[in-house]
């Protein structure tokens, strides 16, 4: 059973999945990263969502910047989607998304794999603070 995160985010992210499983039935599997992407913009915004591409996350040290992250599509301001085309999801990728959650400070993740049949899906959360 997932997490609820609020009813309005819990919808969102179920509009994001659709998007994507919309895009896999269409597409299928085996393209580029690219393709996926340009596909999910354009899903996401003919279901009355706003996405971007390509958002910059800041990094920082110390207050200082370091580096800077792109996040495949940020939805609504809201969610951090990641993209990928690979033999299978696993703590690299995870950590990747919990990351951007990090420096964005945005509250959820979704991590798409279009690399088989089925497509795969994981939502990731931000990692907790200590109190």
Known sequence: MKASLGPALDGLTER???A???V???LGHGFAESVYKKAMLRECQEIGLNAAS???????????????????????NQVVVELKVCE???Q???RQVV?????SQLPIGL????????????????????P
């Open 111 to 130: 991590l798409f794999n279009f690399a088989e049949p089925s497509l795969t899906v994981r939502r990731v959360l931000p990692p907790q603070k200590n």
């Open 88 to 90: 299978s999801i696993g």
């Open 24 to 26: 896999h039935r269409t």
């Open 54 to 76: 390509e958002v910059p996350f800041q990094v920082l040290y110390r207050g200082e910047k370091v580096g800077t992250y792109f996040s495949d599509i940020v939805v609504d």
């Open 99 to 103: 990351n951007y959650l990090r420096v």
């Open 20 to 22: 994507a499983f919309a």
């Open 92 to 94: 690299p990728q995870i």
């Open 16 to 18: 994001v999945i659709g």
